[in-house]
């Protein structure tokens, strides 16, 4: 398959500090896909109870469900393709991946027993995908169901792999997990607005009515910043919980 990034518009590229001109590394968006892979350990390590192949297989289905075919369905349904060809293969590798990632986690869920709990995770996880990328369903393009796909389910699935049951530890770690996603998607969105503009100085006018020309370097750094935090910070829960937990 071969992709030119000729039909990849420039405005993807500004998007985020961590983009280049590799279209497959732009389109994983790895540092928010590592997110909801990081909430999933959270369950994990919250729910004491490790099984090597289940788990390896639950984090597999996340990183090829929300790494690769949330993103690649999005991106391919967001006009980012000037050519309508390149756009449907980009949609192609997204559902191919859907379906990857649903094997994948039927194969956790087997070696789990067919664990309800997890299968009606799954079955959300897979219903938030489709209708969350679909032009359709854009009613569940919202950053409520960012927050519950990205941050409660992943953590919640991490849990019951582990315990096999739901509890209210799972309830809060879950709350958590979708709080910070929360958090961040207002800076987030912020910084994609903004990096999408021209570079010249951009003209802030004060209720006062002085004006003052601001860069966007220095209108989107402290923004950009928290966000690099709140990721950094997030990939650090596993560890703290690591120590809390069993130290």
């Known amino acids: 398959m071969n992709l030119n990034i000729s039909f990849f518009q420039a405005d993807l590229l500004k998007e985020f500090w961590f ?3 590799n279209l497959y590394y732009n389109l994983l968006y790895l540092p928010f896909t590592f997110l909801s892979i990081s909430y999933v350990l959270d369950g994990l390590i919250v729910g004491h109870n490790f099984i090597f192949l289940a788990d390896l297989m639950l984090v597999l289905a996340y990183f090829v469900g929300h790494g690769i075919a949330s993103h690649f369905i999005n991106e391919a349904y967001s006009m980012h393709f000037t050519d309508y060809r390149e756009a449907r293969k980009i949609r192609s590798v ?3 991946s859907l379906f990857l990632s649903a094997l994948i986690g039927a ?4 070696i789990l027993k067919w664990n309800p709990y997890l299968l009606i ?6 219903g938030f995908l489709i209708t969350y990328n679909h032009p359709k369903t854009g009613f569940m393009h919202n950053d409520a169901t960012v927050g519950v796909s990205v941050g409660a389910l992943p953590a919640l699935a991490g849990y019951v792999a582990a315990k096999g049951l739901l509890s209210l ?21 912020f910084v994609k607005h903004w990096r999408r503009k021209p570079s010249e100085p951009v003209k802030v006018i004060f ?6 020309a601001v860069t966007l370097k220095s209108l989107i750094e402290r923004p ?4 690099k935090i709140m990721v950094v910070l997030s990939y650090l829960l596993p560890v703290f919980l690591i120590f809390l937990i069993y130290g």
């Open 169 to 189: 530890n799972a309830v809060l770690l879950a709350l958590i997990c979708t709080l910070i996603i929360l958090l961040e998607i207002t800076p987030s969105r």
């Open 207 to 212: 209720n006062d009515g002085s004006e003052e």
């Open 19 to 21: 983009m280049n001109q």
């Open 107 to 110: 194969v956790a869920l087997a």
């Open 224 to 227: 950009e910043r928290t966000i």
């Open 121 to 126: 995770i799954g079955i959300l996880e897979i």
């Open 94 to 96: 997204g559902y191919f």
